[in-house]
């Protein structure tokens, strides 16, 4: 059932991107008199679509292939690439035939709407639930570093107070990509003592492959300070109480509250000693864990303090306009990591089965489907930026050179750049997607 919700959401956040980008090239196209003749979700390869209908001179539809969708603006060479049409005289509503300047504005409308809609959901998430976070001045216990934490030199129990020498206000500042992209120095409290531990640039390929809680938990570390007690269960039934404070589980000292879940786990189907403070009363139960390895106790969230900031309409709008930005620009720094042979490509790019996993999840809740809708939007928007000839951006260095020039680069050049930018993005398709499957299939 999980991986049918995750489908689904994919399915649709990207139907809804694509349709809205399409749709920016389409008004653009029509606002200059330029003649659109197909308007399409997915891809009808090969002729194959599974609706279509012509409503004044365009055929609306949806194809068969998943993967996208298109516009077809007559007179310019795109994914149809139509030669027969191509070899006529320009018409004065082709692409072709209008200046550079409306061309280009054409081309840029599907990213534009891209960035508008990133903003808008941002935005409005903003207005509705505001910003809630944890106050990093109440993370008194430390963090819980995972494999990956420990091997840059981070320990169970350190406070990170700043990043690159700013203090932190917000625990989630350590699992944002300020830090994740790595050449980042940790200013660490332990022990009473200040010390630096350095993120090496290529973090974000062991956080790929192990998960962000490999790197720091997103709970911060609570005490052993036993919060409930549930009726009925093994540790009511030997009399502990709110307040109680463990300090071993089977003879092994415990400071933090994974430390017993921990070690809890270790005594399924064994009868323990766990001792605890009551006051200044030491005390000792006898007990046994259920199948679970868990004994019926929870400590208490409260020690860590969440903070909520709410954002009236119009103060809403530049805080999702900072998220939106903030979102485009680690694209453009994951891009150039990849270039820059920091981040292994197979760990920063994401086929379609792990964005349904990491992106929308099996858990269908309308907040996150529609802050993971604006984060793919934003990137949506940046990938088609990128001067790849089949891709909006190609278009518009093309186009970008024809206005200096002050002549168009010619049908034929065009031409075999478009099959040129094919050949990479199926490229880049097929890798990425069969990368995707086989860590999929080995897991």
């Known amino acids: 059932m999980n991986g049918l919700i995750m489908v689904a959401q994919l399915l649709l956040g990207l139907s809804i991107l694509v349709i809205l980008h399409e749709l920016g090239h389409f008004l653009a196209a029509r606002a200059f008199g330029i003649k659109v003749e197909k308007f399409y979700l997915f891809f009808d390869a090969w002729g194959v679509k599974l609706f279509s209908i012509t409503k004044g001179g365009v055929e609306y539809g949806i194809g068969w292939l998943p993967l996208g969708g298109y516009v077809k603006i007559a007179g310019m060479i795109d994914e149809s690439m139509d030669k027969e049409q191509m070899a006529l005289p320009a018409?004065?509503?082709?692409?072709?035939?209008?200046?550079?300047?409306?061309?280009?504005?054409?081309?840029?409308?599907?990213?534009?709407?891209?960035?508008?809609?990133?903003?808008?959901?941002f935005w409005m998430l903003t207005f509705k639930f505001g910003e809630t976070y944890i106050a990093n001045s109440s993370v008194v216990s430390g963090i819980n570093p995972g494999s990956i934490g420990k091997q840059i030199g981070l320990k169970q129990g350190d406070r990170v107070i700043a990043v690159n020498g700013k203090k932190i206000v917000r625990f989630e500042e350590l699992l944002s990509s300020k830090v994740l992209m790595g050449n980042t120095n940790l200013t660490i409290s332990r022990e009473g003592k200040t010390l630096d531990v350095k993120v090496p640039d290529n973090i974000l390929n062991k956080v790929a492959d192990l998960g962000i809680e490999e790197f720091i938990s997103r709970m911060p570390l609570l005490t052993t300070t036993v919060d409930t007690v549930v009726p009925g269960r093994k540790a009511f039934k030997v009399g502990m109480k709110k307040g109680d404070r463990i300090v071993s589980v089977n003879e092994v000292p415990v400071?933090?509250?994974?430390?017993?879940?921990?070690?809890?786990?270790?005594?399924?189907?064994?009868?323990?000693?766990?001792?605890?403070?009551?006051?200044?009363?030491?005390?000792?139960?006898?007990?046994?864990?259920?199948?679970?390895?868990?004994?019926?106790?929870?400590?208490?969230?409260?020690?860590?303090?969440?903070?909520?900031?709410?954002?009236?309409?119009?103060?809403?709008?530049?805080?999702?306009?900072?998220?939106?930005?903030?979102?485009?620009?680690?694209?453009?720094?994951?891009?150039?990591?990849?270039?820059?042979?920091?981040?292994?490509?197979?760990?920063?790019?994401?086929?379609?089965?792990?964005?349904?996993?990491?992106?929308?999840?099996?858990?269908?809740?309308?907040?996150?489907?529609?802050?993971?809708?604006?984060?793919?939007?934003?990137?949506?928007?940046?990938?088609?930026?990128?001067?790849?000839?089949?891709?909006?951006?190609?278009?518009?260095?093309?186009?970008?050179?024809?206005?200096?020039?002050?002549?168009?680069?010619?049908?034929?050049?065009?031409?075999?750049?478009?099959?040129?930018?094919?050949?990479?993005?199926?490229?880049?398709?097929?890798?990425?997607?069969?990368?995707?499957?086989?860590?999929?299939f080995i897991k």
């Open 255 to 440: 400071k933090y509250d994974v430390d017993v879940r921990k070690e809890l786990k270790k005594m399924k189907g064994r009868k323990f000693m766990l001792d605890a403070y009551r006051g200044t009363e030491i005390l000792h139960f006898e007990l046994s864990t259920d199948s679970a390895g868990t004994i019926g106790i929870a400590f208490n969230p409260d020690e860590i303090k969440e903070e909520t900031i709410n954002y009236g309409f119009f103060a809403a709008l530049p805080i999702g306009a900072n998220q939106a930005w903030t979102s485009f620009t680690d694209n453009g720094k994951g891009i150039w990591k990849v270039l820059s042979g920091k981040i292994k490509a197979d760990k920063a790019f994401s086929g379609p089965v792990a964005i349904a996993q990491k992106v929308y999840g099996g858990i269908w809740i309308w907040s996150h489907f529609w802050a993971s809708t604006a984060l793919i939007s934003i990137a949506l928007a940046f990938m088609n930026l990128l001067p790849i000839p089949a891709l909006d951006g190609g278009h518009v260095v093309f186009l970008c050179v024809e206005m200096v020039k002050g002549k168009p680069l010619g049908d034929k050049f065009m031409e075999n750049a478009q099959i040129v930018g094919f050949v990479m993005l199926l490229s880049l398709m097929v890798f990425v997607i069969g990368n995707d499957i086989f860590k999929a």
């Open 91 to 121: 018409q004065p509503w082709e692409f072709r035939s209008k200046p550079a300047w409306q061309r280009l504005i054409v081309m840029l409308a599907g990213v534009f709407v891209n960035i508008v809609v990133g903003i808008f959901i």
